[in-house]
């Protein structure tokens, strides 16, 4: 288990490498899918970044925490070659 702490510009929150990692799918579990006993899902994170409410699920808000949490994910996965990584929502609503 890990947890980044990630700072940017909050009026522009795109990322520059973006486009390199938008096309990978990962798993994600989101806040709404945790509360509502559900499973995770597959999603790409750039389809991620597009969602907008807890009703779409996975919202991850921007390029920039997409680009963040992909390179995560690819770090995580480089160093156990058997591992799977699972986004999850830190947050979920009470």
Known sequence: MAE???FC???DKSHPKFDSVKDIEVTLYSACNQMNGE???KR???DAV???SCS???RLGNNNRG???MTAILLFLC???NATATLCEKYCFT
Do not use: A, Q, T, Y
């Open 4 to 6: 980044i702490e990630h």
């Open 9 to 11: 510009d909050p009026s």
């Open 39 to 41: 499973l995770p899902e």
């Open 44 to 46: 790409k994170i750039g």
């Open 50 to 52: 597009k969602l907008v």
């Open 56 to 58: 779409n699920s996975h």
């Open 67 to 69: 680009f963040v949490r």
């Open 79 to 81: 160093i156990s070659e």
